[in-house]
Structure formats: structure tokens, C-alpha cells
């Protein structure tokens, strides 16, 4: 298999004494690969050493198939938390035409017509895994759903998967106030070439005075970490942000799979060496302005692959 995809075939029960390891390849069905295994098995070690310590519930912005709001939801209920599942269920609503590059469209998401709806599957997910005391689903466009939904005081853990500027931004305006200090914020999507996600959040945290750092989770989403402040060494990238590598170069599991690929590629030599860049890139311990262009050459066919040059060709994305 050419590289990086060997990375998102990872078999999560291969991942020898990780407690969510069982849990992360129940949900593989019912996963988007991505953010599949990777987000679930770094969220669930975030979770496990600080969810201890955060009050507040869980939310999630962006359902789709269930996998993700299933996996933070058995951690709401070990914490004692709920979770708010936020999702229009009948797709994405018009791309933002200033915000948004061409890439995704209105209905992208949404069920096949010959399948149940979203709604229903999840909320037969949710029954079959007894989780309708700690999951609270909130259907609709998330510019309507907020204005009826009461929060909670506060939140823990917001995991923002809407792929839209508008949504995106909507969310940042309504969650990130009511999260916790040292609460954990995830957006996805920040380094897909629709863009919107990232120029969401630009423009949220400029607007708010705030410089956030910017902890890549693999392969295209952030993790950031309320009220945190970048040390004075740590240089910007040249769009400005501060990213940081530590959460991959703490995640074993991630490092073990690279070595893996690296193992598996050496006679495919220009894959192998994108391989051992990237496991280069993850033993550092420093940070670089160059890191995260480095890491984006290391996934090169991964973003080529991903941006179709003619959008307009694209078939609409059912799930």
C-alpha cells in the first residue's frame, strides 16, 4: 500500500495495552477515516490524563456516521459527563462562496436514500450501547439548533467537525466562552484545502486577542488547550500560527505504525523516505517554524490525492 495510507488501515487491536484500543475498533464502522483511529486514540489518552481534573460536559459539532460522538460519549459516561451531539443529519448547508474554496458542496454527507436517515442510525447506536442518559442529540443546522439548545454551565471537551467556515465559526462564538480553563477544543479539517475550518478559527482568535497554539492530531485536525500561552521561543509558522508536534510525539501507538511503514517501504525508496521524514520529524523535541512544512511534505500524495483539480467533477459524498 503506498504511503501515508498504511497509516489510516491501522488495526486499532494492535495497539497492545491502550484501554480504548477494544472501544476504537467497535466504532471502526462507524468511523470517517479521519479522523479514524488516530483522533479517537489521541483524544482518548487527552481524556484519561486530564478529564479527571476539567468540569464540564462534551460536545460534539458534526456527527455523521457516529463514530466520534459513540467514542467521547463512553467517556462523558466514565467521567460522569453528557455529551451534546450537534448535527443537521441531512448533510452540510451551502458553502460559504468568500470563505469557502470550492470542494465541498450543500447535501455532502447526507444519508443514501435507500439507507435510514442519520438520525435514526445514531439514535439506534445510542439505544444499543445504553447511552441515552449520557448522550443529548441536538438535530439541526447549527445556526438554529444553538438558539433553542440550553448549556450546560460549562464544557470539557469540544470537538468541532462542521468543514464549513460559517459553522465553524459559529461554534468557536458559542462553545469556546463556556469552555474550562485548560479545557480541549479539536477542530478538524484546519489543513484541508476547503480552508474554511482554518480561516474560521483565524478570524474567531484574532478577533478574541488570542494567540493559541496549534497541537497537530493527525492528519489535518488541531488540538488546542484554553487559556494556554506559547512559550517565547516558540517560533510562528510563516502563516503566523504556533504549532506543536508534542501530542503525536507522545502517541506510541502513531510512532510504532511509522516505524512500521518505514520497515514495510524500503523498496518503494521514494515513499521510504517520506516515511523516515516523518519518524524524524515525530523523535525531535524541539519546535521549528519549518515543522509543520515539513510534515505537510511528509503527507504530500495524501493532499494531492485529496484536492480534486476540477471540484465541479466531484461526486456528491453519501454516507
Keep these: 500500500m503506498a504511503w501515508p495510507y498504511q497509516l489510516f488501515q491501522a488495526v486499532p487491536e494492535r495497539f497492545p495495552g491502550n484501554p480504548d484500543s477494544p472501544l476504537v475498533a467497535d466504532l ?3 468511523s470517517l477515516h479521519p479522523p479514524f483511529p488516530w483522533g479517537q486514540i489521541l483524544y482518548g489518552k487527552i481524556l484519561r490524563e486530564r478529564g479527571e481534573g476539567l468540569a464540564g460536559d462534551f460536545a460534539e459539532c458534526g456527527v455523521a456516521l457516529g463514530g466520534m460522538s459513540l467514542f467521547l460519549a463512553q467517556h462523558a459516561r466514565r467521567l460522569g459527563r453528557q455529551l451534546h451531539a450537534f448535527d443537521s443529519f441531512v448533510g452540510l448547508p451551502e458553502p460559504s462562496r468568500t470563505h469557502d474554496n470550492p470542494y465541498f458542496r450543500a447535501g455532502d454527507y447526507r444519508a ?19 447511552l441515552e442518559q449520557t ?8 445556526a438554529d439548533s444553538l438558539e433553542d439548545f440550553t448549556p450546560p454551565d460549562s464544557f470539557a471537551f469540544v470537538h468541532i467537525d462542521l ?35 482554518a480561516r474560521a478559527a483565524e478570524a474567531f482568535f484574532a478577533q ?17 488547550f484554553k487559556g494556554e500561552e506559547a512559550d517565547p521561543d516558540h517560533r510562528r509558522a510563516i502563516d503566523g500560527n504556533r504549532y506543536s508536534f508534542d501530542l503525536l510525539r507522545d502517541l506510541h501507538e502513531l510512532r510504532a505504525a511509522v516505524d512500521q511503514a518505514c520497515q ?4 518503494t525508496p521514494e515513499d521510504h ?6 519518524k524524524d520529524l515525530l523523535a525531535r523535541s524541539d519546535h521549528k517554524s519549518s515543522d509543520i512544512y515539513d510534515y505537510w511534505s511528509c503527507l504530500a500524495r495524501y493532499w494531492d490525492d485529496m484536492d480534486d483539480p476540477n471540484p465541479n467533477a466531484r461526486p456528491l459524498i453519501e454516507i
Excluded: W
Aim: hydrophobic content about 50%.
Design 163 to 197: 468543514d464549513l467556515y460559517e459553522p465553524v465559526l459559529q461554534a468557536l462564538a458559542f462553545f469556546y466562552p463556556r469552555l474550562v480553563p485548560g479545557g480541549v477544543l479539536v477542530i478538524d479539517d484546519v489543513f484541508h484545502h476547503a480552508r474554511g475550518p
Design 273 to 278: 523516505a517520506k516515511a523516515e521524514a516523518l
Design 208 to 224: 478574541q486577542g488570542i494567540a493559541p497554539v496549534y497541537h497537530v492530531s493527525f492528519p489535518y485536525s488541531v488540538v488546542l
Design 135 to 142: 448522550v443529548n442529540v441536538v438535530p439541526g443546522f447549527l
Design 264 to 267: 514495510d517501504l524500503q523498496d
Design 28 to 30: 471502526a464502522a462507524l
Design 112 to 130: 443514501d436514500q435507500a439507507e435510514q436517515g442519520l438520525l435514526t442510525r445514531f439514535q439506534a447506536e445510542i439505544r444499543q450501547r445504553q
